[in-house]
């Protein structure tokens, strides 16, 4: 799933929503790539930034071949 569509300003998922998919274990990794930028204004929605704030704080990461790997099953 493309969390924030093609350039991260689609609303879709909402935080809330993801919240929802991760508690219901539709969803069992998050890929950090580009995660540098959260919290940053891209002229559209923000919810990207936010679903990767709260997974940065929630979920513990592990590189894996240089990329940043949440496993969202485990907090």
Do not use: C
């Not at 929605?45 to 990329?67: N, P």
């Amino acid at each position: 799933m493309a969390v924030g569509g093609f350039n991260g300003t689609d609303p879709a998922p909402t935080l809330e929503r993801f919240k929802q998919y991760v508690a219901e274990k539709r969803i069992r990794y998050f890929i950090g790539t580009g995660m540098g930028g959260a919290g940053r204004s891209t002229g559209g929605s923000d919810d990207a930034a936010r679903i990767a704030a709260w997974v940065q704080e929630t979920f513990t990461a592990t590189t894996v071949g240089g990329t940043t790997v949440f496993d969202l099953t485990s907090s």
